[in-house]
Each structure stands twice: as structure tokens, then as C-alpha cells.
């Protein structure tokens, strides 16, 4: 399957910006499902976008602040992040595969069973 490698992660002040990016290998993205993922140590990942063809989703904690996109023609995405916040501080991981839909309103994303992603890459927000 597909391997995935991000890049881009970096110490940045509160409010700065990053921008992270997700090289493939082996295959191709799937534009069905790719997005972005972070965690935090000892707790589980938390499903930040997932775009499709069809759809376009962001979490709220993040929505207005960060956007994804495939770059044209290709194989690799990216997440540029703007006004970042402490709480932002996460190893991130780019995903190939990801599923997203909507919730009370509220988007979901999540990670199917067989689903890639990379090795991740750590952004630290903090002054």
C-alpha cells in the first residue's frame, strides 16, 4: 500500500503559522478519503480533515484556521495551519484513507480499517 511521509513540523509561537506537508510513495492517494490526523501522548488520534471528491470536512476546533489540499497532479497533500494555538501541539500524521461524514451537525472524521498514514511530525506551539 501506500507510504506516507510528513514534513514540516516545527516549534512555532502562539498565533504563528506552519505549513506541513505529506510526501506518497509505493501508490497513489486515494481522493476518495485523505486528510490529516494528530495526537497527543497517551491519547488516541484525533481525526483534524478528510476531504473527497465529495466532501470537505473540518473539525471544529480547527475549522477557519487550517486547510488542506492535494497538490495538483501530484502525489502529496498539505496542511497549512494558521493562528496556532497551544493546544495545537500534537504529532501530526497525514492519512490516506480516511473517512468523514457529519454528526449532529458537527463534523466527524475518522480512520478505517485499513487506512494509511505516515510516521507523523511534532508541532510545538508555545511562546
Known amino acids: 500500500q501506500v507510504q506516507l511521509v510528513e514534513s514540516g513540523g516545527n516549534l512555532v509561537e502562539p498565533g504563528g503559522s506552519l505549513r506541513l506537508s505529506c510526501a506518497a510513495s509505493?501508490?497513489?492517494?486515494?481522493?476518495?478519503?485523505i486528510g490529516w490526523f494528530r495526537q497527543v501522548p497517551g491519547e488516541e488520534r484525533e481525526g483534524i480533515v478528510c476531504?473527497?471528491?465529495?466532501?470537505?470536512y473540518y473539525i471544529n476546533s480547527v475549522k477557519g484556521r487550517f486547510v488542506m489540499s492535494k497538490e495538483q497532479g501530484v502525489n502529496a497533500m498539505h496542511l497549512q495551519m494558521n493562528n496556532l494555538k497551544p493546544e495545537d501541539t500534537a504529532v501530526y500524521y497525514c492519512?490516506?484513507?480516511?473517512?468523514?461524514?457529519?454528526?449532529?451537525?458537527?463534523?466527524?472524521?475518522?480512520?478505517?480499517?485499513?487506512?494509511?498514514w505516515g510516521p507523523g511530525t511534532q508541532v510545538t506551539v508555545s511562546s
Open positions: 492519512v490516506d484513507g480516511c473517512a468523514g461524514y457529519l454528526m449532529n451537525g458537527r463534523a466527524v472524521v475518522t480512520l478505517p480499517p485499513g487506512a494509511s
Open positions: 509505493g501508490g497513489t492517494l486515494d481522493d476518495y478519503g
Open positions: 476531504i473527497s471528491s465529495s466532501y470537505e
